[in-house]
């Protein structure tokens, strides 16, 4: 195996470099998933859930593309709900919770049955270079492994770094080492890095906990899958509770403030803003006199519970002191404290939307070597570094997600075009044109697509062309069937809306407020007919109908913004020759070299008249 030449090395086995190597593989790359340790592929380093607001849609995205997290999701699932239903649809959100062995182990299984996929357990800890391309890798052992391109998914282990409290552990996770090496020639090569932050919570006994003293958390009544194809239903689950903690759990935290390695300036990089640690919450939020806590349990028969929302690095003892003054919690055993994580990250303007890096060609990144933080983030990368590494060593056409195609490409993005500072979360609030990117239409977005890469088979390309026949057809009934007032108001009347004096089509009922299809289902003769129909299509025709106007407006603004992107920047622009635009719009534009005028409008620092003076100067 040392002596083949394979078309792509993946480096790296995490939810990044998993679904990376499953993408090239798939698509017919000989594929090298090399990993310091093949017990803990695909490992839920965090919390032992997926999807959740955004990054329920990126999951369903990957499913789409014909990728495995949703799959391996639904098959270690021990709880699913979807979050935001009083929401309009833009934000519905899945989410499972999972069992953290299983989900591990199905990544495992999913890839040991991947046809041109091959593994090694061992560390890397130098690439190969030759002629400004990458060509292979150098493992501890001093292994040389030919490739003809490397996609990097280290994760948190280049020269992670462990905190908890004035103690400091080597390490990219607790109990395994980190990575060295490839950091330094990086930066010897002329890439610029960085050092970010995350953390995760303590472990505990569940056994050790009164959970009469907590709020259960169930899941869906009628649970639903992330993934489209035929994955089965949870037929049980397992529940979650919430709890609070209080003014003395915050006092006891503040006794260890000056143990603390975020206070003491230990540790001076930035962590994720949207996740942070319960020491951080209780100085930021100083108003608050209690912050929650979701008590999630690891998995279908083990006792250990993840305390999600306690992530600390202070010393142990202080966790556990203040852990006994929440509710339920006075017994608590833990299994192990929560700790902060420092590591090495490489700005994301370094990269093609490609994810290929712009000083090494051959060479791509995924995960949080890019920057950001979460599961989800880390395999849609890993998706299309996967993708775009076979395509091109094959010489095919590199493949981009737009922002108004998915999720990932919103992420992506705003990876390469604006950078990040700190962990990069993925939000609805992201995405300009959500209404378009529903979780529930991820499979009509982006199959096709796949189905042309060569990575999504027939079997989905012919469910999603049916789904959209199917739901027209319901579309269409709606739009031509007229309903009577003495068939709508007493429907009207249950949802306090106004009566009707006349006749109305089915699609104009429905567009009413707290208007639903299950509502309508009433009348026989729409129960009749959309008693045909799968809940899926239900619900696709409902949202088309409800939100059609919505809909429209957003994709004008997409044919708008297409305008922009259409305009190409030639890719030995010289921006310092524009003697009009800014100083800063020069610096950030010869950094980032811009594709495309839309792209050139999306970074940050750039106004509108550096905009026009491109435009002016291109011709425009």
Same mark, same amino acid.
């Given at each position: 195996?040392?002596?083949?030449? @394979?078309?792509?090395?993946?480096?790296?086995?995490?939810?990044?470099?998993?679904?990376?190597?499953?993408?090239?593989?798939?698509?017919?790359?000989?594929?090298?998933?090399?990993?310091?340790?093949?017990?803990?592929?695909?490992?839920?380093?965090?919390?032992?859930?997926?999807?959740?607001?955004?990054?329920?849609?990126?999951?369903?995205?990957?499913?789409a593309?014909?990728?495995?997290?949703?799959?391996?999701?639904?098959?270690?699932?021990?709880?699913?709900?979807?979050?935001?239903?009083?929401?309009?649809?833009?934000?519905?959100?899945?989410?499972?919770?999972?069992?953290?062995?299983?989900f591990?182990?199905?990544?495992?299984?999913?890839?040991?049955?991947?046809?041109?996929?091959?593994?090694?357990?061992?560390?890397?800890?130098?690439l190969i270079?030759?002629?400004?391309?990458?060509?292979?890798?150098?493992?501890?052992?001093?292994?040389?492994?030919?490739?003809?391109?490397?996609?990097?998914?280290?994760?948190?282990?280049?020269?992670?770094?462990?905190?908890?409290?004035?103690?400091?552990?080597?390490?990219?996770?607790?109990?395994?080492?980190?990575?060295?090496?490839?950091?330094?020639?990086?930066?010897?090569?002329?890439?610029?890095?960085?050092?970010?932050k995350?953390?995760?919570?303590?472990?505990?006994?569940?056994?050790?906990?009164?959970?009469?003293?907590?709020?259960?958390?169930?899941?869906?009544?009628?649970?639903?899958?992330?993934?489209?194809?035929?994955?089965?239903?949870?037929t049980?689950?397992?529940?979650?509770?919430?709890?609070?903690?209080?003014?003395?759990?915050?006092?006891?935290?503040?006794?260890?403030?000056?143990?603390?390695?975020?206070?003491?300036?230990?540790?001076?990089?930035?962590?994720?803003?949207?996740?942070?640690?319960?020491?951080?919450?209780?100085?930021?939020?100083?108003?608050?006199?209690?912050?929650?806590?979701?008590?999630?349990?690891?998995?279908?028969?083990?006792?250990?519970?993840?305390?999600?929302?306690?992530?600390?690095?202070?010393?142990?003892?202080?966790?556990?002191?203040?852990?006994?003054?929440?509710?339920?919690?006075?017994?608590?055993?833990?299994?192990?404290?929560? @700790?902060a994580?420092?590591?090495?990250y490489?700005?994301?303007?370094?990269?093609?939307?490609?994810?290929?890096?712009?000083?090494?060609?051959?060479?791509?990144?995924?995960?949080? #070597?890019?920057?950001?933080?979460?599961?989800?983030?880390?395999?849609?990368?890993?998706?299309?570094?996967?993708?775009?590494?076979?395509?091109?060593?094959?010489?095919?056409?590199?493949?981009?997600?737009?922002?108004?195609?998915?999720y990932?490409?919103?992420l992506?993005?705003?990876?390469?075009?604006?950078?990040?500072e700190e962990?990069?979360?993925?939000?609805?609030?992201?995405?300009? @044109?959500?209404?378009?990117?529903?979780?529930?239409?991820?499979? #009509?977005?982006?199959t096709?697509?796949?189905?042309?890469?060569?990575?999504?088979k027939?079997?989905?390309?012919?469910k999603?062309?049916?789904?959209?026949?199917?739901?027209?057809?319901?579309?269409?009934?709606?739009?031509?069937?007229?309903?009577?007032?003495?068939?709508?108001?007493?429907?009207l009347?249950?949802?306090?809306?106004?009566?009707?004096?006349?006749?109305?089509r089915?699609?104009?009922?429905?567009?009413?407020?707290?208007?639903?299809?299950?509502?309508?289902?009433?009348?026989?003769?729409?129960?009749?007919?959309?008693?045909?129909?799968?809940?899926?299509?239900?619900?696709?025709?409902?949202?088309?109908?409800?939100?059609?106007?919505?809909?429209?407006?957003?994709?004008?603004?997409v044919?708008?913004?297409?305008?922009?992107?259409?305009?190409?920047?030639?890719?030995?622009?010289?921006?310092?020759?524009?003697?009009?635009?800014?100083?800063?719009?020069?610096?950030?534009?010869?950094?980032i070299?811009?594709?495309? #005028?839309?792209?050139?409008?999306?970074?940050?620092?750039?106004?509108?008249?550096?905009?026009?003076?491109?435009?002016?100067?291109?011709?425009?």
């Amino acid at each position: 195996m040392i002596d083949e030449i @394979y078309d792509v090395i993946v480096v790296g086995a995490g939810h990044a470099g998993c679904e990376a190597a499953a993408a090239a593989a798939n698509l017919g790359s000989k594929t090298l998933l090399i990993t310091m340790n093949m017990q803990t592929i695909g490992q839920m380093s965090c919390n032992p859930a997926m999807g959740g607001i955004a990054k329920g849609q990126i999951v369903r995205e990957i499913d789409a593309m014909g990728g495995y997290s949703g799959i391996i999701a639904d098959k270690s699932a021990i709880q699913f709900k979807m979050l935001n239903l009083s929401k309009g649809p833009a934000m519905w959100s899945p989410r499972t919770q999972n069992d953290r062995m299983l989900f591990a182990e199905q990544w495992r299984l999913a890839l040991e049955q991947t046809p041109n996929l091959d593994f090694f357990q061992d560390m890397v800890k130098q690439l190969i270079i030759e002629n400004g391309k990458a060509v292979g890798v150098i493992t501890s052992l001093g292994i040389k492994i030919k490739g003809k391109s490397v996609v990097l998914t280290n994760g948190t282990f280049l020269n992670g770094l462990i905190h908890v409290g004035e103690k400091q552990l080597g390490g990219g996770r607790m109990g395994e080492p980190r990575a060295f090496g490839i950091t330094e020639q990086l930066e010897e090569l002329g890439f610029q890095s960085g050092r970010m932050k995350t953390g995760t919570p303590p472990r505990v006994d569940g056994r050790s906990l009164d959970y009469s003293k907590m709020e259960e958390q169930k899941g869906d009544e009628n649970p639903g899958t992330f993934s489209y194809m035929s994955s089965s239903k949870l037929t049980k689950q397992r529940s979650c509770h919430i709890v609070y903690t209080n003014e003395t759990v915050h006092e006891i935290l503040r006794e260890g403030f000056d143990r603390s390695p975020m206070f003491n300036g230990t540790i001076q990089s930035l962590g994720p803003r949207y996740c942070p640690s319960i020491e951080d919450k209780i100085n930021r939020f100083a108003e608050r006199t209690r912050h929650q806590l979701f008590v999630e349990p690891e998995g279908w028969h083990t006792v250990e519970i993840y305390v999600n929302g306690f992530s600390s690095s202070l010393p142990e003892e202080i966790q556990i002191k203040a852990m006994r003054h929440i509710p339920g919690f006075e017994k608590v055993k833990v299994f192990r404290p929560g @700790y902060a994580i420092e590591y090495d990250y490489f700005p994301p303007t370094q990269l093609h939307h490609t994810l290929e890096t712009k000083l090494i060609e051959n060479l791509y990144f995924a995960g949080q #070597i890019n920057g950001t933080t979460g599961y989800e983030e880390a395999a849609g990368q890993g998706l299309i570094a996967g993708i775009n590494a076979h395509n091109k060593v094959h010489s095919k056409e590199e493949f981009i997600l737009k922002r108004d195609e998915a999720y990932i490409g919103v992420l992506i993005d705003d990876l390469i075009t604006k950078g990040t500072e700190e962990p990069y979360r993925m939000f609805t609030s992201r995405a300009e @044109y959500r209404l378009l990117l529903r979780q529930d239409n991820a499979d #009509i977005r982006l199959t096709e697509k796949s189905y042309h890469l060569g990575l999504a088979k027939e079997d989905r390309l012919r469910k999603v062309e049916d789904k959209i026949e199917q739901s027209s057809k319901l579309e269409a009934f709606l739009r031509e069937t007229s309903l009577k007032p003495k068939q709508i108001n007493p429907i009207l009347e249950s949802i306090n809306s106004s009566p009707v004096d006349q006749a109305y089509r089915a699609s104009q009922i429905l567009t009413r407020p707290n208007m639903k299809l299950e509502l309508l289902e009433n009348i026989e003769e729409i129960r009749n007919t959309s008693s045909n129909y799968s809940e899926e299509v239900r619900e696709q025709a409902e949202i088309n109908i409800k939100y059609k106007g919505y809909i429209d407006k957003e994709r004008e603004n997409v044919a708008k913004l297409q305008r922009m992107e259409n305009i190409r920047i030639p890719e030995d622009f010289d921006f310092s020759q524009v003697s009009s635009l800014s100083a800063e719009a020069k610096q950030k534009f010869n950094q980032i070299k811009p594709k495309t #005028i839309a792209q050139a409008s999306r970074i940050s620092g750039v106004s509108p008249a550096d905009i026009n003076v491109l435009l002016i100067y291109l011709g425009r």
